[in-house]
């Protein structure tokens, strides 16, 4: 059985909830110079990943797949749904 949409919209929120948590504690690490110097690749990590958490939660709670697709901010996310489509 597929999710129905109140049930999207709750995964949604917790994705986007969890994207802000992981974006906060990238903030507070870049914060100090010190880790941005020694791991500025991984707070970029922390970032993107905070970035298509947001995505998908966007894409679960659109009205129009299809069109929340075409304004994807990350092309990663779409290319995932392309692959599939091809």
Same mark, same amino acid.
């Not at 917790?14 to 914060?31: F, K």
């Not at 659109?62 to 290319?79: G, S």
């Given at each position: ?28 690490? @870049? ?40 304004? @994807? ?14």
């Amino acid at each position: 059985m597929l999710p129905d949409h109140a049930q999207l919209q709750v995964i949604a929120f917790e994705l986007a909830a969890l994207a802000m948590d992981i974006e906060a504690i990238g903030a507070e690490l @870049c914060a100090n110079p010190a880790v941005v110097s020694a791991y500025g690749t991984s707070l970029q990590s922390i970032d993107l990943i905070g970035q298509r958490q947001r995505a998908l939660a966007e894409l679960l709670v659109a009205e129009k797949f299809d069109d929340a697709l075409v304004d @994807c901010r990350l092309d990663r996310i779409a290319k995932l749904f392309a692959e599939r489509v091809d």
